[in-house]
């Protein structure tokens, strides 16, 4: 059974206090990661697509990066805009498409 | 705006009634999406469409629920005899035909079962 495991669960940092968030995965037939942020309430908003181990994707204060087994967002220098739940999501061909198995996420708080 | 659209925002019901709820993709995108995510966890896969045909169902979509896209572009989601375990937020993302391609999301239908 596909499983994806985010930590931590929760982070809480000081405004400039860079950090990385971590997703491991066991999904069979990968096609891609995504990651996703999330603020209360709302869908999830797209951040990036990885597509094989060594890949990186940075987007201003973020870089997500991808290995076999694992993917990090790492949040650089980060501002109180950031606070949200950041989703990791392993994808796998299915009926001509590929879905996406979410984790639970990591609710980022970042202190001014 | 050209983003996702769903409607209602909010429902809520008692036990045994049916709801349905709407999908606007973004116009050009030929695959839709519908999830449901309950609260601390992530969104989790229900159905996928390819234009008008449904191509895959998870086995979280029991008997209960059934989704249409009848002309390829809206659609709808179905929830007949509601269960209070149903209550959940019920989010819908459409993508482009194009590979692995990123989905973008709507603002969901949070669904409350009293």
């Known amino acids: 059974e596909d499983q994806v495991t985010q930590s931590p669960e929760a982070l809480r940092l000081q405004e400039g206090e860079s950090s990385s968030l971590n997703c491991s995965y066991t999904?069979?037939?990968?096609?891609?990661l995504f990651w996703y942020r999330q603020d209360p309430g709302k869908g999830p908003e797209f951040l990036f697509t990885?597509?094989?181990a060594g890949e990186e994707k940075e987007k201003e204060r973020l870089k997500a990066t991808l290995t076999k087994k694992e993917s990090f967002l790492h949040i650089t220098a980060p501002k109180p805009e950031d606070s949200a739940t950041y989703l990791c999501?392993?994808?796998?061909?299915?009926?001509?498409?590929?879905?996406?198995?979410f984790g639970r996420g990591t609710s980022l708080i970042v202190h001014p | 705006d050209t983003g996702v659209s769903q409607d209602p925002r909010h429902k809520i019901t008692k036990r045994g009634q049916n709801v349905t709820f709407r999908c606007d993709p973004i116009?050009?995108?030929?695959?839709l999406y519908w999830y449901r995510q309950t609260l601390g966890q992530g969104p989790e896969f229900l159905t996928y469409?390819?234009?008008?045909?449904?191509?895959?169902k998870s086995r979280l979509l029991s008997d209960r629920f059934s989704a249409e896209r009848p002309k390829g572009s809206f659609s709808t989601l179905e929830i007949q005899r509601t269960e209070q375990g149903d209550s959940a937020m019920y989010l819908c993302?459409?993508?482009?035909?194009?590979?692995?391609?990123?989905?973008?999301f709507g603002p969901g239908t949070r669904l409350t079962v009293l």
């Open positions: 993302a459409s993508s482009f035909l194009a590979g692995i391609d990123e989905q973008f």
């Open positions: 469409f390819q234009n008008e045909a449904q191509l895959e």
């Open positions: 116009s050009e995108h030929n695959r």
């Open positions: 999904v069979s037939g990968l096609r891609g």
């Open positions: 990885l597509y094989s």
């Open positions: 999501a392993p994808s796998k061909e299915a009926g001509g498409s590929y879905i996406p198995t």
